[in-house]
């Protein structure tokens, strides 16, 4: 790398304004990106990542609030002494997509849905390149096997519904290296993708920067995917750079208590954990000096293992019998095919009573299908799933109330809450829907005070609450009705690393209390150790591996489960 910087950043501060309040999202931030380096920038939700960004590439846009950037942006290929942000609207044209190149966090709200992926490539090109028709067609079809993308022909007349994540990030990529940027940023890139197709982007966005020798700004809240990616990182909180050093510095010896707490809180690799650090432990240590001991944290092979000789003596109380799951695929007219798609293909599984079962796979595995069948959602077509001996159709047709037993916690705690219903009213409905009506808001608060919230904002709406506390009163939801079997889908993909240790320590302890049944539905391995006593591996509706969660993670025996094990970014720090 050239010592002079390509891109320096000087005094950034962004504030937005509302009729109630001002907020300063980024406060004096200073940094320089060199030649041909990755610089990482990590931190969680609202640290200022994307703000900072959106502010170099001049697309922080007012949305109806005022907004307030100042500082200086200089790029010394193009303007020695020149503040990029002096420069007019229609100057910034030739700079983004030429000059600077980005890549955003979801690749299916960043393209036009009514317009084929080629001609959205093609459009990047044409603004700043010359050639014919044909001339910009090739490429396009150049980007596309550059980017990894098989069937160039078909891809370039497909629009972006007909693709899969990886696909679209990868025609995102394109248009971002299609002139060729000497900036590159990528804003979370890979948080929306499976983890095998996470590493595969990684893996592309690395050697595009290697053979084009691209400045990359490489934005994460997973220090994991920072590690794997970056030569220096700087650690942003509350809109300051609060930490940064040469990546392995950072990682090996970190200074600041907010640095060490998104460092330690992510499951581990390379041991088991009882339970996990969390944030607030690691800013209260630095208080008082007293440090956290981060061995206190770990489990034992001895208790491990006695737990699994505990479960083996618990009898079953969900027992999944070959069962086995289709859809008749239909045309763009809703018309029925002969064609089946097989999602569930004589699945047989057993969980004990008190015992988490993790199940592991890609989109599209056929996780989410058996968790629904499991809750009623869905019926099989083939086998049978019993729970306390019983078939569960016969359940949940005859009443209710028998169903109350079997809860589900979802994906995305934004879209799980009605948001004209209070959390006090979410939490209480299951109870009259299942004829428990008598104290229930009393039962409320004392949910809350369970999951580590405030009886007292029973009264506010989901919007007051953030991505975790919205988690949270979901779980508490769920726990209305009493349940003895909680299925728990992908409930922490959607949440930052810190408030991700949060929720699942809070299970291991309902866990617990409660004595409760799980199953647990991840694609994210390092979780599925933490939370698991048995795992499961499915993949293409079969399942191709079982096992105790140690075993599966030291030794896994099937080809796709190794291929698991070695894309989880990063290798751990506990």
Wanted: charge should be neutral; aromatic fraction near 6%; proline fraction near 4%.
């Amino acid at each position: 790398m050239n010592d002079s910087p390509l891109l320096s950043v000087r005094d950034l501060n962004v504030t937005f304004h509302t009729q109630k309040e001002s907020v300063n999202a980024v406060k004096n931030v200073s940094f320089d990106l060199g030649r041909n380096e990755v610089l990482g920038i990590v931190g969680e939700s609202g640290s200022g990542k994307s703000v900072t960004a959106l502010s170099i590439m001049n697309l922080i846009m007012p949305s109806g609030k005022k907004v307030d950037v100042s500082g200086s942006l200089h790029m010394v290929d193009l303007h020695d002494d020149i503040n990029l942000y002096t420069l007019k609207n229609k100057e910034w044209d030739g700079i983004r997509g030429k000059m600077l190149g980005m890549v955003f966090q979801e690749p299916s709200m960043s393209l036009n849905p009514s317009k084929q992926v080629g001609d959205q490539v093609a459009e990047a090109i044409r603004i700043h390149q010359s050639g014919d028709k044909n001339q910009i067609k090739a490429k396009v079809l150049d980007l596309f096997n550059e980017t990894g993308l098989d069937d160039q022909e078909r891809i370039y007349t497909s629009y972006p519904h007909q693709l899969s994540g990886g696909q679209l990030q990868r025609i995102m990529i394109s248009i971002a290296i299609s002139n060729r940027p000497a900036v590159f940023i990528a804003d979370e890139p890979t948080t929306a993708l499976d983890v095998t197709i996470q590493k595969n982007i990684l893996n592309l966005i690395k050697s595009l920067q290697s053979k084009y020798n691209m400045s990359t700004l490489f934005i994460s809240h997973d220090l994991g995917v920072i590690r794997e990616v970056a030569h220096r990182v700087l650690v942003m909180k509350d809109g300051e750079i609060v930490e940064s050093g040469l990546v392995e510095d950072v990682f090996n010896h970190p200074v600041h208590p907010y640095t060490k707490g998104i460092l330690y809180c992510r499951p581990p690799v390379k041991r088991r954990c009882r339970r996990l650090p969390e944030l607030a432990g690691f800013l209260a240590s630095a208080e008082d000096k007293t440090g956290l001991k981060l061995e206190d944290y770990v489990e034992s092979t001895e208790t491990y293992e006695k737990r699994l000789q505990l479960l083996k003596q618990s009898p079953d109380i969900l027992n999944i019998k070959n069962v086995s799951r289709h859809y008749i695929k239909k045309d763009s007219f809703g018309l029925k095919k002969k064609e089946t798609f097989i999602v569930l293909d004589g699945v047989s599984l057993q969980v004990r009573k008190g015992e988490i079962l993790g199940l592991v796979g890609e989109s599209g595995s056929g996780k989410t299908t058996l968790a629904q069948c499991i809750a009623g959602l869905q019926q099989v077509d083939k086998g049978e799933i019993l729970f306390n001996g019983k078939r569960i159709e016969s359940l949940y047709h005859s009443t209710h109330i028998k169903t109350k037993e079997i809860q589900m916690i979802f994906q995305d705690p934004y879209s799980s809450l009605n948001p004209r219903m209070t959390v006090g009213e979410a939490i209480t409905e299951p109870m009259e829907h299942l004829e428990l009506k008598s104290e229930r808001w009393q039962k409320a608060a004392l949910l809350m005070e369970k999951v580590g919230l405030n009886p007292s904002q029973l009264k506010r709406y989901p919007h007051e609450f953030s991505g975790g506390q919205r988690q949270r009163i979901c779980i508490a939801r769920a726990l209305a009705a009493d349940p003895v079997f909680l299925i728990c889908d992908e409930c922490v993909s959607a949440l930052d690393v810190t408030t991700q240790a949060q929720i699942l320590n809070l299970l291991k302890k309902l866990r617990d209390e409660m004595n409760l049944s799980m199953l647990f539905i991840s694609h994210d391995l390092s979780v599925i150790r933490f939370m698991s006593d048995y795992v499961a591996v499915i993949k293409n509706g079969k399942i191709v591996e079982f096992n105790d969660s140690e075993k599966l993670f030291m030794q896994p025996s099937h080809a796709y489960s190794r291929l698991l094990v070695e894309s989880i970014p990063g290798s751990g720090n506990l």
